[in-house]
């Protein structure tokens, strides 16, 4: 992975996940969608123009209960030392915090930008030791992992308890816009929020595809009602992303089996494009979204 700008890295573990699993055939079932073209038209640049990824394949996943807090951090640390920007397919939603311990001890607690319908800050009723996929958050301000002052979590619905999801998370300073308000506050406004509260600081981007609505993207163990077209999800990556000092990105809770007609994995790949155009964009010195597009520049 070295010299490689950006690194495609499968996680396939779902063992964690409270509902409906099949989370572990996401990474494999997003590449089979994946098409070459580099070229995104809504931005005005032709990425490989810019940078150049590898492919580095699935994580080992044999033995994913021990993996879990061995082989994941220990290579994703690895991996990082290379200065490349991991884009990691998963995988349950779990699989974010042993990625942040190896974020932690490359860079330090870094800011993190949380697209989701769930806060993942579950877990007041287990001990420290205890991981599934509505836990990370709550672990990674605990492990010191995040900052959670300079990091926001955005498209929370439905299905929301006061201490799991607001009680210890907002003690600590994690806020969180919810769906409706970005409903009716629209795209812009809310990555200008979003932009705000992450200032200069290194950013991880972690994406649930859930963040999207089912009817979407029904390829997923969770889904939730009354969320984001594919249009929002896409327009909401480009005005809050472009620019900022992101240091990896993950996209999880793709679970193919679930799918219909391949609509969730194809629009994963549209987001996995936009994750690589915006390192595109960070190695190529443009520091927003120009709101019309640049297609004439391609
Ligand atoms: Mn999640
Ligand atoms: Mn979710």
Redesign the pocket.
Known sequence: TSGADYTIIGIPFDIRTTYRPGTRFGPDGILRAFSTDSVNEAVGIDTSKYVKGVDYGNLDMWNAEKAYLGSIPQEMKAILETGTIPIVLGGD?SITFPELLAYKDVYGPVSIIHF?S?T?TWGSDTDKEHHD?STPFRRAIEYDCIDPKTSIQVGMRGGLFEESDFGFANNAGLEHIYAVDIHHMGIEKTAELIREKVGNNKVMVTF?IDFVDPAFAPGTGTPVSCGFTSRQALELIRHSLIGLDIVGFDL??VAPNYDAGGITSILACRIVKEFITCVACKKAGIKEYAKKGMIENV
């Open positions: 939603h989701d769930h993942d996929h649930d999880v809770e």
